[in-house]
């Protein structure tokens, strides 16, 4: 017999089997691997997980035992939660395509990095640049008090399109490292609690930055303005829309 797409080895509850019946109008795999992904990114981005914040509360909504990880059953649950058009058997191919590890389970970091994509080089680059001007010490951690000093909210997307303040987009800053620092596996010198950031939850920060901005200049004018990066006065680029 043909294994099921959604099976697992623990036998599934009642609610979990009455969750399993398609979203979609169709079995098999449909769509492709950048489709499937995309669909759930903007399915997410829809219910306002865009930033880390966002994507820790529904991993937490997610997570029905408690237990910091995924597993099949709760990944469907969740699809299923968010009315996304998918067969099953794409449901076990995005959960596979995120199950970096093969252990059958996702934690926050595989989701994270499945939602938000990469940065490309120049970008990674460019917040490379703003972490080592903020790290005068060079000891590869900066302040959250730096932070709170130098960062210039005023050419944030959200603040020049009127959604925030810059004192809110400030505070959702300092947040998001909080946000990494309490879920992430990864990076264990974010986990102290002692008000330093490290370049991982730096370059986290960004590439939620980096999934919303299309133009590499206009991401290179906005962390320069951020961090005064040319040490100069802030100005409009010529030609460029904020």
Not at 57 to 67: N, Q
Not at 118 to 127: A, G, L, S, Y
């Amino acid at each position: 017999m043909q294994e099921h797409p959604l099976s697992i080895i623990r036998r599934p509850t009642r609610t979990n089997l009455d969750l399993l019946a398609n979203q979609a109008d169709y079995t098999g795999i449909k769509h492709s691997d950048d489709e499937l992904v995309q669909k759930l990114r903007d399915k997410l981005a829809s219910r306002g997980a865009r930033g880390i914040i966002g994507l820790q509360r529904i991993f937490k909504i997610l997570d029905d035992d408690g237990s910091g990880t995924l597993e099949i059953q709760e990944f469907w649950k969740g699809l299923c939660d968010f009315r996304l058009n998918i067969s099953q058997e794409e449901c076990r191919r995005l959960f596979d395509l995120f199950d970096e590890n093969d252990d059958g389970c996702l934690d926050f970091d595989e989701l994270i990095r499945a939602i938000k994509g990469v940065m490309n080089p120049f970008r990674k680059d460019i917040v490379r640049r703003a972490f080592t001007k903020l790290d005068a010490n060079q000891n590869k951690v900066i302040e959250l008090d730096d932070v709170r000093h130098f960062y210039n909210a005023k050419n944030h997307p959200d603040v020049k399109s009127g959604k925030k303040t810059e004192e809110a987009v400030v505070m959702e800053f300092l947040e998001t490292f909080e946000a990494h620092r309490a879920m992430s596996k990864g990076d264990q010198a974010s986990k102290k609690g002692d008000d330093k950031v490290t370049l991982n939850e730096f370059m986290d920060y960004y590439s939620n930055i980096s999934a919303s901005i299309d133009n590499d200049e206009y991401f290179d004018l906005m962390l320069t303005n951020a961090w005064n990066l040319n040490n100069a006065t802030y100005k409009k680029a010529v030609g460029m829309e904020f």
